[in-house]
């Protein structure tokens, strides 16, 4: 698993500031448990051959046990009945602002004294950001004034992809299940990589005991309970918490406990489908990466930085540019120019962006910020790039939140970009019932999109 992924979710460094950075098209989901990443220990563990009975990965799954309060071997029981070591950390399928946490205890309960979170920096638009585009954002213009600037940019790039293809190789965590349990030093590898990582206390409190029936521990999270079990405190003050790894620490009750499953709570952020084959898509962009068998180049007028590709394949995707490839290539035979044809790009757009709409153009789906879907847009519809335009209205749907719906609108509107002006107007009316009670956006609204979004037209 690459580390504190989902497909389609990055780390970027922003952070959630309130809940109108929330994608609008988000939704509350229940999730129980996916994987196992770490525990202590579980009865049976040290027996030989070793047994699987009473394991975490009991937990994986619905609960199959509860409502009973009785011994099972499909449940988790740690190796021990009392201490305070005992531990198990989980993850689930999707990572979610954290609402609440269902805890099955089908014996032995009252053992959790502490419930911890990985914290994945939160995604205040759904960045789409990859890793050539973070390094070109984290290069020092300064390098660029040097008399080898495109050689010395292409070697810092290089340098600094090498160094992300490192940190991600070490940031890999291997998931556990029933078929294929963690060894020894599968889980040392997850510690290892655990432990770099920022913990967010859910909640703190005491062990209780005296339990004669199964239960669903389901403290209030972001609190700490006091000695009485009666009264709160808070202990974190960002309850905008976004993760799929969770950590259960134990402290036992001198008797043997055991846990059934867990169910997550909490906002889910939308995600792009991404329906290309995957081995044809990475066929394509290693391509494009590599530069293999080129035969353009395409100069970036502002920055005077050159990417190549393929005239066929750039053909195929847009007429303009099939036209502007005819000319040069009638131009280049005419006058026994070099084998590669170069065409000048002079529109007023970033480097980066131009790199993100070749490789959307290699791979029918590419990695995209806030930032760029504005002018990445205005190339496309320039360029009739119909695939473009209509991935990069989805983009914006699934990134919409109440803090920037407006601005997005009124820019649409004044650049004429149909493609986002009706995303927006599409999830504004998908989310009626949310938008109609936010009159800062209401107001900004003419009539007949009021009348649109309230489907009477």
């Given at each position: 698993m690459k580390l504190l992924t989902s497909p389609n979710y990055k780390h970027v460094d922003n952070t959630l500031s309130d809940n109108n950075?929330?994608?609008?098209?988000?939704?509350?989901?229940?999730?129980?448990?996916?994987?196992?990443?770490?525990?202590?220990?579980?009865?049976?563990?040290?027996?030989?051959?070793?047994?699987?009975?009473?394991?975490?990965?009991g937990l994986i799954g619905e609960p199959t046990m509860y409502p009973r309060y009785k011994d099972s071997q499909t449940c988790y029981c740690p190796?021990?009945?009392?201490?305070?070591?005992?531990?198990?950390?989980?993850?689930?399928?999707?990572?979610?602002?954290?609402?609440?946490?269902?805890?099955?205890e089908t014996l032995g309960a009252g053992a959790v004294c502490k419930i911890s979170a990985v914290k994945i920096n939160s995604l205040r638009s759904i960045s789409f950001k990859k890793p050539y585009n973070i390094l070109n954002n984290n290069y020092n213009n300064n390098h660029l004034n040097n008399n080898?600037?495109?050689?010395?940019?292409?070697?810092?790039?290089?340098?600094?992809?090498?160094?992300?293809?490192?940190?991600?190789?070490?940031?890999?965590?291997?998931?556990?299940t029933l078929e294929n349990p963690l060894t020894i030093e599968d889980r040392e590898i997850n510690r290892k990589i655990l432990n770099k990582l920022e913990w967010i206390t859910l909640w703190k409190g005491n062990k209780t005991s005296g339990h004669t029936t199964a239960r669903i521990f389901s403290p209030t999270?972001?609190?700490?309970?006091?000695?009485?079990?009666?009264?709160t405190t808070r202990i974190e003050e960002d309850n905008y918490i976004f993760t799929n790894i969770i950590k259960i620490d134990l402290d036992l009750n001198n008797e043997w406990s055991e846990f059934?499953?867990?169910?997550?709570?909490?906002?889910?952020?939308p995600e792009m489908i991404?329906?290309?084959?995957?081995?044809?898509?990475?066929?394509?962009?290693?391509?494009?990466?590599?530069?293999?068998?080129?035969?353009?180049?395409?100069?970036?007028?502002?920055?005077?930085?050159?990417?190549?590709?393929?005239?066929?394949?750039?053909?195929?995707?847009s007429l303009i540019f099939k036209q502007k490839i005819d000319e040069l290539m009638l131009y280049c035979n005419n006058n026994n120019c070099r084998k590669e044809i170069v065409m000048n790009i002079e529109d007023d757009i970033s480097f980066e962006c131009l790199k993100v709409i070749l490789e959307f153009l290699y791979c029918n789906s590419v990695d995209i910020t806030m930032e760029e879907i504005i002018p990445i847009s205005l190339f496309a519809q320039k360029y009739e790039l119909n695939d473009l335009l209509k991935y990069c209205g989805e983009v914006l749907y699934i990134s919409l939140t109440y803090n920037n719906i407006v601005k997005f609108l009124k820019k649409s509107k004044e650049l004429k970009l149909t493609n986002l002006y009706d995303a927006i107007l599409k999830c504004m009316k998908d989310n009626c019932d949310l938008i109609s009670k936010?009159?800062?956006?209401?107001?900004?609204?003419?009539?007949?999109?009021?009348?649109?979004?309230?489907?009477?037209?």
């Amino acid at each position: 698993m690459k580390l504190l992924t989902s497909p389609n979710y990055k780390h970027v460094d922003n952070t959630l500031s309130d809940n109108n950075d929330i994608p609008i098209a988000s939704k509350e989901i229940q999730q129980y448990v996916y994987k196992i990443l770490d525990y202590n220990s579980h009865y049976g563990e040290t027996k030989k051959p070793p047994n699987l009975n009473w394991s975490p990965y009991g937990l994986i799954g619905e609960p199959t046990m509860y409502p009973r309060y009785k011994d099972s071997q499909t449940c988790y029981c740690p190796s021990v009945a009392s201490g305070g070591n005992e531990y198990f950390i989980v993850m689930f399928e999707k990572p979610v602002l954290v609402k609440s946490l269902k805890i099955y205890e089908t014996l032995g309960a009252g053992a959790v004294c502490k419930i911890s979170a990985v914290k994945i920096n939160s995604l205040r638009s759904i960045s789409f950001k990859k890793p050539y585009n973070i390094l070109n954002n984290n290069y020092n213009n300064n390098h660029l004034n040097n008399n080898n600037e495109e050689e010395e940019y292409n070697v810092y790039l290089k340098e600094k992809e090498e160094q992300l293809k490192e940190e991600e190789e070490e940031q890999q965590l291997i998931e556990g299940t029933l078929e294929n349990p963690l060894t020894i030093e599968d889980r040392e590898i997850n510690r290892k990589i655990l432990n770099k990582l920022e913990w967010i206390t859910l909640w703190k409190g005491n062990k209780t005991s005296g339990h004669t029936t199964a239960r669903i521990f389901s403290p209030t999270l972001f609190t700490q309970t006091s000695d009485t079990s009666i009264t709160t405190t808070r202990i974190e003050e960002d309850n905008y918490i976004f993760t799929n790894i969770i950590k259960i620490d134990l402290d036992l009750n001198n008797e043997w406990s055991e846990f059934d499953a867990i169910k997550l709570i909490g906002i889910a952020f939308p995600e792009m489908i991404d329906d290309i084959d995957g081995k044809l898509k990475n066929s394509y962009l290693e391509i494009f990466k590599k530069e293999e068998y080129c035969d353009i180049s395409l100069i970036h007028e502002k920055s005077g930085f050159e990417v190549k590709a393929h005239c066929g394949l750039l053909a195929s995707r847009s007429l303009i540019f099939k036209q502007k490839i005819d000319e040069l290539m009638l131009y280049c035979n005419n006058n026994n120019c070099r084998k590669e044809i170069v065409m000048n790009i002079e529109d007023d757009i970033s480097f980066e962006c131009l790199k993100v709409i070749l490789e959307f153009l290699y791979c029918n789906s590419v990695d995209i910020t806030m930032e760029e879907i504005i002018p990445i847009s205005l190339f496309a519809q320039k360029y009739e790039l119909n695939d473009l335009l209509k991935y990069c209205g989805e983009v914006l749907y699934i990134s919409l939140t109440y803090n920037n719906i407006v601005k997005f609108l009124k820019k649409s509107k004044e650049l004429k970009l149909t493609n986002l002006y009706d995303a927006i107007l599409k999830c504004m009316k998908d989310n009626c019932d949310l938008i109609s009670k936010k009159k800062e956006i209401i107001q900004e609204l003419s009539f007949e999109e009021k009348r649109f979004i309230e489907n009477k037209l």
